[in-house]
């Protein structure tokens, strides 16, 4: 425990000490912004940007198409400044900020973030960053605004794949919140955190999309329905106005399907469906109702026709509101579902970001997966099912993870999950748990809350099949943690109370040295007292260049109270113990590595994309062998022999499970083993 944790008078580390001037790590970083493409999304987030307060070159190919862009701009802030949105003087500022060039040079030469919203053709979008990549300064973010295609392609066009993500704005900018923030395959996490705080300080909303998947989000959940939608009328199973009936009054979405596809363009729709068709497959074969839509030029209501004949609508597309169909509303709702599910078992993203990107982007009232979860998952499947048993379409393949949910009568939102801890996060993903210790506010520092919701987030990760790793976090760059709530501590100054708190956090802080599961503690700012004492009980530290350790509390004239004075000794050796415990000084996280405390040190903004990569890797290991490893390690510590003897049968227990048999005919076969557990 530590009582020197006190965030009002503690120094603190200089966060930015080893980032190079030179390098966009933190939206802090950014003041000029190169938006290339003045159409409708470009000159939208230019707008978006200059009213933000930063200043924007809107770049495009002819001196036309700028300055077409710029008057929309103009335009559009003149419209916000009657409306009372902004300040005349707010409008005439953000202007000033645009400036409309043509010249690439000009536009990218002194960005710290490009944002490319040039046409959706892969070959046009690479044919721009190599020439961007030409002038831009090394130190700038590039970011794409593409609704669907490959971040990882595009980023392997340009020398910096790494500080190159997806950001794709929702039309139109100005005024749709959402902003998924896509990770290609070689994103750093530094980068992601910066463009999302970058898209909070426009104003938006940022959805994080962890895998690289056509559609990433939304496109990957409405373009299916409005393709599901043509096909029940290309079949005449339902005509337009029950279709769009069943979707606005059934569903509760804000338009019909058709009406949408009108909206959106259905060229630009089947473009996206196109694409989704080559790189994932049969289950997106677009309908052909929309490829004679597109052939003859009814692309919706920028051509004045498409679903409907805007020549001779007024005052909007009326749907009617008594053309309802329970049976077009499951399966359009087992179709979304299906979607859901396919995102959430390849970690695209979770049940809780899609519907808040659903919602956000495409003005669904409750997000398909709290829909669906509604609708039953099994009456779902039962729909997908029955219509694959009718037509065998790929698209009606039901995706085994929603089999497996609705097998066992389980939701995609678990409302048994666990409770909402009141000082941790827990998220889950790719078989890691991690913990991360909320209260930055206080450096991170541990009172009896924490405990007891270290406890319980522990047993529920324990509980957990599909968690292999625990990751141990604090929250932000200050603090792993702080060590002890000081505070807490001194309002008690009862032995009687401080014995039990001292034995409580020794029992919690235990369960993760004790814990089967491998723990892995990432370490960025001050760990201190009680902190470094709950690092001691990781199996694995990695840690920031800029990280601080050391138990101060013989400063206090305490000691340390939650397992420091044993499992320090075992880890750093019975001197090294004594001399961090009695001079209560503070240590480097070099010189903790060189001391065996520490199991790496890196770069201060890679400290978080190594230790989960580290946790992933533990992830992919055999989860028994794993397990008894940990125990007979714990069992020998103070019992070599006991230890000895607890090895030889557990490596007897172990050499019979099925995962010794896949690890034995991965090895033979050349390959790399998928253990189960078993």
């Known amino acids: 425990m530590d009582g020197d944790a006190d965030s009002d008078t503690d120094p603190v580390p200089d966060a930015a000490v080893d980032t190079p001037v030179d390098e966009v790590s933190s939206v802090d970083d950014i003041s000029t912004v190169a938006v290339l493409g003045a159409g ?53 500022a953000a202007l000033d900020r645009i400036t409309p060039v043509v010249d690439l040079v000009t536009a990218v030469g002194d960005a710290d973030v490009v944002v490319e919203v040039v046409p959706e053709k892969m070959e046009v979008k690479k044919d721009v960053y190599a020439a961007v990549e030409e002038h831009a300064p090394d130190r700038a973010l590039f970011v794409t605004n593409t609704s669907s295609l490959s971040i990882t392609e595009l980023a392997r066009e340009t020398d910096r794949p790494g500080r190159f993500c997806g950001m794709h704005f929702f039309n139109p900018p100005v005024r749709m919140r959402l902003v998924e923030v896509i990770a290609g ?80 363009g259905i060229d630009v729709a089947l473009h996206v469906l196109e694409y989704m068709h080559d790189r994932l497959g049969d289950a997106y074969e677009p309908c052909p109702l929309l490829e004679r839509k597109v052939r003859a030029g009814d692309l919706g209501t920028k051509s004045g026709a498409g679903f409907y004949d805007y020549d001779h609508e007024q005052g909007g597309v009326e749907v009617p509101t008594d053309q309802v169909r329970t049976d077009l509303r ?89 409770p909402d801890y009141e000082t941790l996060r827990v998220e889950r993903r790719k078989g890691v748990g991690r913990l991360v210790i909320d209260r930055p506010h206080r450096l991170n520092t541990i009172s009896a809350n924490v405990l007891a919701d270290l406890d319980n987030a522990l047993t529920a990760l324990e509980e957990d099949e599909g968690t ?6 604090g929250a932000g760059d200050r603090a792993f943690s702080a060590g002890t709530d000081i505070q807490q501590v001194a309002a008690e100054r009862d032995p009687r109370s401080t014995v039990d708190l001292s034995r409580e956090g020794q029992r919690v802080f235990g369960r993760f040295e004790s814990s089967p599961l491998p723990v892995v503690a990432v370490v960025d700012g001050f760990c201190l007292g009680g902190g470094l004492e709950l690092a001691a009980c990781a199996d694995l530290r990695v840690a920031s260049r800029r990280s601080t350790f050391g138990l101060p509390e013989h400063n206090l004239g305490i000691m340390p109270g939650w397992g420091g004075t044993q499992r320090l000794r075992h880890i750093v050796g019975e001197g090294r113990a004594k001399e961090i415990i009695f001079t209560a000084e503070r240590y480097d996280a070099e010189t903790m590595a060189d001391y065996g405390f520490v199991n790496e040190v890196v770069a201060n903004d890679a400290v978080d994309e190594r230790a989960r990569d580290l946790a992933r890797s533990l992830a992919a290991g055999p989860p028994v062998a794993q397990a008894y490893t940990k125990r007979v390690m714990l069992r020998g510590r103070d019992d070599t022999d006991a230890g000895l003897e607890l090895e030889a049968q557990a490596f007897g227990h172990v050499f019979g499970t099925d995962d010794a048999s896949e690890g034995l005919a991965a090895f033979d076969s050349d390959r790399d083993p998928e253990f189960t557990g078993e």
Do not use: C
């Open 330 to 418: 499951e399966r359009l709702l087992a179709v979304m579902a299906n979607e859901v599910a396919a995102l959430v078992s390849n970690d695209v993203a979770d049940a809780e970001a899609i519907d808040r990107a659903m919602q956000l982007g495409a003005g669904f009232p409750d997000g398909p997966a709290a829909m669906a979860d509604d609708a039953g998952l099994d009456t779902l499947v039962e729909r997908l099912d029955d219509r694959h048993a009718e037509t065998g379409a790929a698209r009606y393949e039901a995706v085994e993870s929603l089999r497996t949910l609705a097998g066992r009568g389980e939701r995609f939102h678990d409302e048994t999950a666990g």
């Open 468 to 473: 292999r790793v625990v990751l141990l976090a």
């Open 185 to 264: 395959a070689e994103s750093t996490e530094a980068t992601l955190s910066t463009v999302e705080a970058f898209a909070e300080r426009l104003g938006k909303t940022p959805v994080r999309v962890h895998e690289d998947s056509p559609g990433f989000v939304v496109n990957r959940v409405l373009v299916p329905l409005l393709n599901e939608a043509a096909w029940v009328v290309h079949e005449d199973e339902a005509t337009v106005a029950e279709v769009d009936s069943t979707t606005k009054y059934g569903l509760g979405l804000p338009m019909g399907s058709f009406e949408l596809a009108d909206q959106v």
């Open 40 to 92: 409708n999304m470009g000159h939208g987030i230019a707008e978006v940007a200059a009213l933000a307060g930063f200043e924007v070159f809107l770049r495009d190919i002819d001196e036309d198409l700028v300055r077409a862009g710029y008057e929309q701009v103009e335009w559009s802030l003149g419209k916000l400044a009657e409306k009372d949105h902004v300040s005349g003087e707010e409008a005439d």
